[in-house]
C-alpha cells in the first residue's frame, strides 16, 4: 500500500496530508480467517494506519491527519486503487487538487508501487492545460481562502498579502502552466523558478525568510500578535536579524516581493515571464 504526504516541511503545529492508494487486481481476496476483498481490506487497513498516526498520547494526538486530498475528498474511499486515483485525477480533479499534487511525495511502499505512483503523478502533472482556465480557477480560489481565511493576527505570515500562501500558489500556478520545476519541496521549486526568469530574483529567500518567521512565531506567539521584547529579540536573533525592526522591516520587503510576483500572475494575461 503506497503511503503518500505533501509538502516536506513540518513544524510543531502541522498536520500530515496523506492519500493512502492501493495497487494489485481488486478480485483477490484475503487469506484470513474471514477473507475480505481488496478495497475492505486496504481501507480498513487504511483506518488502521490513520488511527496509528493520530493515536492520543499524555500531550495530545501524535499527529493530527488530514485525508481530504484523496479522490472524491471526504465523499471517497479512504483508500483508493491506485487506478482509481489515477483516473480521478486525469477526469475529473479540480485545478486546486493539481495544485496539491506538485507536492506530492511517496513514503512508503514496495519499490515497484512507488514507481507505479510516481508515474501516475509525474504523467498527472505533465498534462497540457488551458492557460487562461489556470488564470481564472487559481486566481478565484486564493479569493475564496482570502475571503473565508483571513489573518489571524498582524505577524500571520501565511495568510496575509504577500505571505506564505501567495507564495505558494505564486510558485504553483507557473508549475502547473509551463510543466516545469516540479518537486515537493517549494524551496527548491522556488529556486529552480528563479534561474528560469519565472519568479523575481530574492523570491526564494524571502519565503524563507517567512517560514522560518513562522516556525518561530508559532512557538512564541501563536496568536499572531506581536511578542513581547523579550521574544522579539530572540526571534530577531534565531532569523539573523540586528533587531526587532529590522526584522519587520526585512519582513516587509520580503511580502512586497512575492505579493508582486503574485500578483503578476493573478492579473496578467500573457505567460509568465514575458
Request: glycine share 6%.
Amino acid at each position: 500500500m503506497p503511503l503518500g504526504d505533501w509538502g516536506e516541511a513540518l513544524t510543531h503545529a502541522s498536520d500530515l496530508d496523506l492519500v493512502l492508494l492501493f495497487t494489485g487486481e481488486h478480485g483477490v481476496e484475503s487469506d484470513g480467517r474471514r477473507p475480505l476483498g481488496a478495497t475492505q481490506y486496504f481501507n480498513r487497513l487504511g483506518q488502521r494506519v490513520v488511527a496509528a498516526l493520530s493515536v492520543p498520547t499524555a500531550t495530545g494526538a501524535l499527529y493530527e491527519v488530514d485525508t481530504r486530498l484523496r479522490p472524491s475528498g471526504t465523499q471517497g474511499l479512504l483508500c483508493a486503487s491506485l487506478d482509481s486515483f489515477a483516473k480521478y485525477q486525469r477526469e475529473d480533479a479540480w485545478t486546486w487538487e493539481h495544485m496539491a499534487l506538485t507536492r506530492a511525495r511517496v513514503v512508503y511502499g514496495s519499490e515497484d508501487a512507488r514507481a507505479a505512483v510516481e508515474a501516475v503523478i509525474a504523467d498527472i502533472l505533465n498534462i497540457e492545460r488551458d492557460p487562461q482556465k489556470l488564470r481564472k480557477d487559481i486566481p478565484e480560489m486564493r479569493a475564496e481562502m482570502a475571503e473565508h481565511k483571513p489573518p489571524k493576527g498582524p505577524l500571520d505570515v501565511k495568510l496575509c498579502p504577500g505571505g506564505l500562501v501567495d507564495a505558494e500558489f505564486a510558485i504553483h500556478a507557473r508549475q502547473l502552466e509551463l510543466r516545469t520545476a516540479f518537486t515537493p519541496r517549494l524551496d527548491e521549486a522556488a529556486k529552480a523558478l528563479t534561474t528560469a526568469g519565472l519568479l523575481p530574483t530574492g523570491f526564494a529567500e524571502a519565503q524563507a525568510l517567512l517560514s522560518r518567521l513562522l516556525v518561530m512565531l508559532r512557538l512564541v506567539a501563536p496568536d499572531d500578535q506581536e511578542p513581547g521584547e523579550a521574544a522579539q529579540a530572540l526571534v530577531a536573533k534565531a532569523l539573523g536579524q540586528a533587531d526587532w525592526t529590522a526584522l519587520m522591516a526585512a519582513v516587509a520587503d520580503a511580502k512586497k516581493l512575492i505579493k508582486d510576483a503574485w500578483d503578476s500572475y493573478a492579473t496578467s494575461k500573457q505567460e509568465p515571464g514575458k
